[in-house]
């Protein structure tokens, strides 16, 4: 596989596992700082709902706790039956009906029974006591608990029909010393809180006040509202704990609950799923109330992680770059300048030169530097080493076609001139035959060397005579042979009686006995004519030189038919 190929496979799989990796540390970094968020959201949340509750509650809490004390209505609860006791007893009550944020009270007697009450519109105006309490009538039940449980204040969930509202009812006990003379209070608009405080604005966020034992008392859902908590029996109460799905995040709720009882003024918070969805369950105990406010924030709503995507986008886009400017880097330092490494070499392998000098930088630019040097070195060696052999060739050749004696073409030679001549079937070639005469005797007489001499010196002859028109060569032995293209009979035997005479009038002396040597030629020649072929036509010089011969030698002899 190319490298460039590897490159980008090895980038997309870079690419692709950059993403990954960025979607898990953008979506763990953003979960992380989500929940940090959601945790410091629920506490500032809690303690604020937990001021804004108490006010008002605790300022009817106070007044409550003025209305039991009074000594005219205790005075009254101990002698129900004194009517001026009773008379002035219903004044105070009516009294402090104004004082109430909702100008309601009621006020029920423990030794007689009696439950007096008055609302807003004065609607009891005349009539206060409502009714007889009856501890076999369910609806009264909580009252006889309250006293039978002694508990000193007490805050109780009710709705109240008549008028269509449910009733945040504030309990307080009526005591003489120990005695329990009976129950004062007054009523608050539960709607009221339900809009301000439970019924949350922000999406996500859902609040809620629960009692001592989980059952809900404030809640958006009234359906899920605990009413008249106090006259149930624990199974029957509607509790928190309803609200979770897993008995694992249950059991994390109650353990949460105690921790909140025991640390008042911290914000306990675990992670719950409700309905399918994790959220962050905060709780804070009010001990004014002997409540809980519980916060789940469905984190997902509140601060989804989709809010997070511009950061993951950036990063990922951050990285999508570097990986391509690595490459563009890349490609253009190290994979662009291999290319053309690569191509300089195939051209350098086919035995072409290197037409331009390969350019670098770093390292590679000097291995393409180094390159190009060896490249232009091999290809000068490579120049010079033909040119030597073509030198040798040619020397090789022409030793091989040459006589050494006497420089003149050699048989070989003369035989491939007269091959690359096509002088078959042509007309007008002149063929001039030379033998030496007696030439043994001479070799046997003056010495081979001067025999060697004198060869010389008639090839000398036969080559200034020739070498103009035609070629010359020795054909072995004493022998030469010429041939003159385009010649005629004429000039054909003028040339050669001219060589025949030249070479009578070599003075060659001995250096033995300085005598000089008699040196003559006999000479055959023919000129080819058409069809007639080359073996012929030296076949007919030869003959010729067998009659110069056999005509007694020193005579240059035609060629003749018959
Ligand atoms: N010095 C010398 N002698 C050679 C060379 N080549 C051949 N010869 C001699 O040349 C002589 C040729 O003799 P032939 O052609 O047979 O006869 P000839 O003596 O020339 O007599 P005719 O040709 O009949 O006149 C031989 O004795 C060869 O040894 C050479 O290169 N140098």
Not at 293 to 313: A, C, H, R, W, Y
Not at 359 to 383: N, P, T
Request: glycine share 4%; hydrophobic share 45%; proline share 2%.
């Amino acid at each position: 596989m190319k490298l460039r190929l590897r490159f980008i496979i090895f980038s997309l799989v870079l690419i692709v596992v950059s993403f990954l990796a960025v979607w898990a540390s953008v979506k763990s970094l953003a979960e992380n700082i989500i929940e940090q968020w959601a945790v410091r959201y629920a506490e500032k949340q809690i303690l604020f709902d937990r001021e804004r509750t108490l006010q008002p509650i605790m300022r009817e809490i106070v007044l409550s706790r003025q209305f039991a004390s009074s000594i005219v209505i205790r005075a009254f609860a101990e002698n129900p039956d004194d009517p001026a006791l009773r008379a002035t007893a219903i004044q105070e009550m009516e009294n402090f009906r104004f004082t109430f944020a909702e100008a309601n009270y009621f006020v029920a007697i423990k030794q007689s029974g009696e439950y007096f009450h008055n609302d807003s519109n004065n609607t009891y105006a005349g009539r206060q006591l409502r009714y007889l309490l009856d501890s076999s009538r369910p609806q009264d039940s909580w009252f006889f608990k309250l006293i039978e449980q002694r508990r000193n204040i007490h805050i109780n969930v009710n709705p109240d029909v008549a008028l269509g509202v449910t009733k945040l009812w504030i309990d307080v006990l009526m005591m003489d010393g120990n005695k329990v003379l009976g129950v004062v209070g007054t009523g608050l608009n539960l709607t009221r809180f339900l809009n301000e405080i439970v019924a949350s604005t922000d999406e996500g966020v859902t609040n809620l006040f629960i009692d001592s034992d989980a059952a809900i008392q404030l809640y958006h859902d009234r359906s899920m509202i605990n009413f008249a908590s106090i006259s149930k029996d624990h199974v029957q109460k509607i509790t928190a704990h309803q609200l979770l799905d897993s008995p694992d995040d249950k059991e994390k709720l109650t353990q949460a609950l105690k921790q909140a009882r025991s640390k008042r003024d911290l914000v306990v918070s675990d992670f719950v799923m409700v309905k399918n969805t994790r959220n962050l369950m905060a709780i804070a105990y009010i001990p004014e109330l002997d409540w809980y406010e519980v916060t789940l924030i469905d984190i997902t709503k509140l601060l989804p992680i989709s809010k997070f995507s511009g950061i993951f986008i950036v990063y990922a886009l951050s990285i999508v770059s570097l990986i391509i400017l690595f490459n563009l880097f890349l490609r253009r330092t190290v994979l662009k300048p291999l290319r053309h490494l690569e191509q300089a070499m195939a051209q350098v392998k086919q035995g072409q030169p290197l037409n331009h000098q390969l350019e670098g930088q770093g390292e590679i630019g000097a291995l393409m530097m180094h390159f190009s040097q060896m490249a232009a070195s091999v290809h000068e060696s490579k120049l010079e080493l033909e040119a030597k052999v073509q030198q040798r060739t040619e020397a090789l050749e022409r030793l091989s076609q040459t006589d050494t004696l006497t420089q003149l073409l050699n048989r070989r030679g003369m035989s491939e001139y007269l091959e690359s001549a096509l002088i078959d079937n042509q007309a007008g070639f002149g063929f001039i035959w030379l033998d030496v005469d007696y030439f043994k005797e001479i070799n046997d007489l003056y010495g081979h060397a001067q025999g060697d001499y004198a060869l010389k010196e008639i090839a000398n002859v036969l080559n200034e005579q020739v070498a103009s028109s035609g070629f010359c060569a020795r054909w072995g032995g004493d022998e030469f042979l010429a041939c003159l293209p385009q010649s005629n009979d004429k000039q054909l035997f003028s040339v050669a009686e001219r060589i025949r005479l030249l070479v009578t009038q070599l003075s060659l002396s001995s250096a033995s006995n300085n005598r000089v040597l008699p040196l003559s030629v006999s000479i055959g020649v023919h000129l080819s004519r058409e069809e007639e072929s080359l073996e012929q036509a030296l076949h007919c010089a030869d003959s010729a030189l067998y009659q110069a011969k056999a005509e007694g030698r020193n005579r240059v002899c035609c060629y003749s038919e018959g």
